[in-house]
């Protein structure tokens, strides 16, 4: 369900077809059992992102079924993110899913409240500012924001209405991505000297192209209000061009959030706010299983395995999915 969509109806559809007759309801409590025994897990995971330099973050729907009713109500999952390939980082790649029954400010300050990083890779979702005002000893939260929004808009403009200005901007932003993918993999250092050499020149001569163009076009009209939505965001928009570890666009955690509208799609809902708590819990060890090469199924059986056979909790870090096949993992 969590890692190649099929609901649990639809598995216990199959399974009886070949003669064994299992409930949904029990893939249910088998789910339950598992997350509570894969808790330690999960909380380590979270020690290593709270230590993350920078963390992609977004969210997406999650319908929850309310009790007693024939209804669902809009729950969220919350993605964080932290992979820093792109810069050829050491780190694990890793990502975590948070349930929460709404969309609100409160969340995010919630669940990162702890995090060390400085850098928060977002869209330009209002709640996300919530974080730059609180208080850290590591300083308030840099918001760095995502180019892949700001073309979207203007690919739209241009799909619909076939502007010339629009098309000029997606010629523009792609010589920024082609910056981009001549440095990808390389250390923060030589990614930020290219940055300088070459997208610097690009920005610098981007934003009064923009003002321009505004100054031109109607003030109600659909582009007018998307460059407007880009300059607005400016500040964070060009952020890229101080750090060599951050990235254009927040398309590690946007990849993330895909099989969750998957599943989401097929389930229809969670049966409770447990279920979609548990469902979180899943979807985060299977994508961060896939991050790190490793297969899901060997990873929980045997991490599962494992636990019930008393793993110290000392060694937890040996039940990481990126140390599994490694000599100190599990398998030792």
């Known amino acids: 369900k969590f890692g190649d969509h099929p609901p649990f ?26 997350c509570f025994h894969l808790m330690p897990v999960i909380d380590h995971m979270k020690v290593h992102l709270r230590v993350a330099d920078r963390i992609f973050v977004d969210e997406t729907r999650a319908p ?17 993110v932290s992979d820093d390939r792109g810069h050829g980082g050491a780190g694990p790649p890793l990502v975590l899913f948070h349930y929460a029954p709404g969309r609100g400010r409160e969340h995010p300050l919630r669940f990162l409240a702890g995090y060390r990083g400085r850098f928060l890779q977002c869209d330009a979702y209002q709640s996300y500012n919530a974080l730059t005002e609180i208080t850290r000893d590591e300083g308030p939260w840099q918001l760095v924001y995502c180019w892949t929004h700001v073309r979207r808009r203007f690919v739209k403009r241009a799909e619909t209405e076939g502007s010339p200005i629009a098309e000029e901007m997606l010629r523009r932003i792609a010589l920024l991505y082609r910056v981009e993918k001549s440095v990808r993999g390389e250390n923060p250092a030589a990614r930020l000297a290219a940055r300088r050499e070459h997208s610097a020149p690009l920005i610098a001569a981007l934003k009064p192209w923009l003002e ?18 880009t300059l607005a965001h400016w500040a964070g928009l060009i952020r890229f061009l ?10 590690p955690v946007e990849n993330q959030i895909r099989p969750i ?8 809902f969670a049966g409770n706010e447990t279920g979609a708590e548990n469902w979180a819990m899943l979807a985060s060890l299977v994508a961060t299983c896939k991050l790190s090469g490793v297969n899901p199924v060997d990873y929980i059986a045997d991490t599962l395995r494992a ?17 599994y096949n490694q000599a100190s993992s599990i398998a030792a």
């Open 9 to 34: 109806y639809r598995q216990a559809g199959i399974f009886e077809r070949q003669g064994l007759h299992l409930d949904r309801g029990t893939f249910g409590n088998w789910v339950g059992r598992a």
């Open 261 to 268: 509208a998957l599943t989401r799609k097929n389930a229809l």
């Open 307 to 323: 636990i019930l056979d008393g793993h110290p909790k000392a060694r937890i870090e040996d039940l990481m999915p990126w140390r």
């Open 212 to 229: 321009a163009q505004l100054s031109r076009i109607p003030g109600k009209s659909q582009l007018a209000g998307d460059i407007r939505y």
């Open 64 to 80: 929850v079924l309310e009790p007693g009713r024939k209804a669902t109500k809009s729950g969220y999952f919350w993605a964080v």
């Open 242 to 251: 101080d750090d060599g570890t951050l990235e254009l666009d927040t398309n």
